[in-house]
């Protein structure tokens, strides 16, 4: 059992802060941002961890909490590209455009392009590697909608890439 006293919550930390920093950072689109948001949701566990016995439960909770996170640093840029003359969206570290190729970029545009739940859907696939039953526990929603979403997420990724090129 993980308690806010308890060392197991710094060992939890370590081992699932990269992979939580990555998984937000395919959502929000930059790498401070993405260490914020997974920073925030450790710190109200620590001041509030709930009484999960099973740390893949926990893990499941804490990933809907940065996902949720996520959201809503995405709903504020939203609300201030609605009042800003013109909002650039965060660009990727230097070193990350370097490394990645014209084709990735597009793919990450045209990923950014999708309705919110067909993003996570397809980060939390394909990203993070997640079966169905776990996206859906992360989401809550149920499998047949993970899957219902990932081929309509798959099917509007694949318009978007025909029509750039």
Known sequence: MITEASPALPAFYREHQTGLVRLAMMLVGDEATAEDVVQDVFVR?????????DEQKLLAYVRSAVLNGCRSVLRRRKLIRRHAERYEPPAWSAESQAMLGEDHREVMRALH???????????????????????????RIRPSTVRSTM???LSALERELGDAS
């Open 45 to 53: 566990l620590h001041r509030n961890t709930p009484s999960l016995r």
């Open 113 to 139: 392009r999708l309705p919110r739940r067909q993003r996570e859907v397809l980060v939390l696939r394909f990203y993070a590697d997640l079966p169905d039953e776990e996206i859906a526990t992360t989401l």
């Open 151 to 153: 081929s309509r997420a």
